[in-house]
């Protein structure tokens, strides 16, 4: 069982910087790929970023490739969401997610099992 929690949200305007966090509870945090995904009002949840358990690889949507960095630090079982150049069509609700059972990074939210509670981003122009 992994419980995660974000946090790091919250109003800035447009070429701004946020770093979002999830922290992760469970003794597999380690072994899991994470991912962030994010969802607009009225819109799918969307794909953003995921990293495998090692960190060595990471994957990123093309609208924020270049602008934000995924990363993770499996000794604080922790995830993070660097965002920069931040734009008023990143506004959204941002998850953090888990899957266990896969072996590396993947894009599609199906393949993880667990999530948080979501973290707000709102990115005023």
């Known amino acids: 069982q992994v419980q995660l929690v974000e946090s790091g949200g919250g109003l800035v305007q447009a070429g701004d910087s946020l770093r979002l966090s999830c922290a992760a509870s469970g003794r597999t945090f380690s072994s899991n790929v994470m991912g962030w995904f994010r969802q607009a009002p009225g819109k799918e949840r969307e794909f953003v970023a995921t990293i495998s358990w090692s960190g060595a690889n990471t994957y990123y949507a093309d609208s924020v490739k270049g602008r934000f960095t995924i990363s993770r630090d499996n000794a604080k079982n922790t995830v993070y969401l660097h965002m920069n150049s931040l734009k008023p069509e990143d506004t959204a609700v941002y998850f953090c997610?888990?899957?266990?059972?896969?072996?590396?990074?993947?894009?599609?939210?199906?393949?993880?099992?667990?999530w948080g509670q979501g973290t707000q981003v709102t990115v005023s122009s």
């Open positions: 997610a888990a899957a266990s059972y896969v072996r590396d990074i993947q894009t599609s939210p199906h393949l993880y099992d667990y």
